[in-house]
């Protein structure tokens, strides 16, 4: 997607400050952090939110999950985080590309804004 902000940041178009990398996925501190500790995990194929998940993403979205648990404990939060997927505009969502949000290091309240 050649207007994609995180398809640019998967090409190395854009910047990022990233913490992980492999073949299918990618971790980048988030650029206007909403916690001590918040960074986003993205697959480097462009799906375009948790509502456009197709039958053989599943295992990449579980993988990505799992990614978001270990970071946190690589980076000091594993003992309290929490993971968001925003799904469209109402929902907040402002990158039309899905990312795990995962972030830590405060308390956090229920329910969310
Ligand atoms: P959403 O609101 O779509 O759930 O989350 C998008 C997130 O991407 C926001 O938290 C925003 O700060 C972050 N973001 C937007 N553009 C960039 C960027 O160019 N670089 C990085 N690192 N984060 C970005
Ligand atoms: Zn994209």
């Not at 854009?14 to 001590?36: C, R, S, T």
């Not at 509502?51 to 404990?73: F, V």
Request: glycine content about 14%; proline content about 7%.
């Amino acid at each position: 997607m050649s207007d994609c902000i995180f398809c640019k940041i998967v090409s190395g178009e854009i910047p990022a400050n990233k913490l992980y990398e492999d073949d299918e996925m990618l971790a980048f501190f988030d650029l206007h952090p909403q916690a001590p500790t918040h960074f986003l995990v993205i697959p480097k194929k462009h799906i375009k939110g948790p509502g456009s998940i197709e039958e053989p993403d599943t295992g990449l979205i579980g993988r990505m999950i799992k990614k978001g648990g270990d970071l946190a404990r690589e980076h000091g939060i594993g003992s309290g985080f929490r993971l968001v997927i925003n799904n469209g505009a109402d929902a907040g969502q402002s990158v039309f590309h899905i990312h795990l949000h995962v972030l830590g290091g405060r308390a956090m309240t229920w329910p969310p804004g």
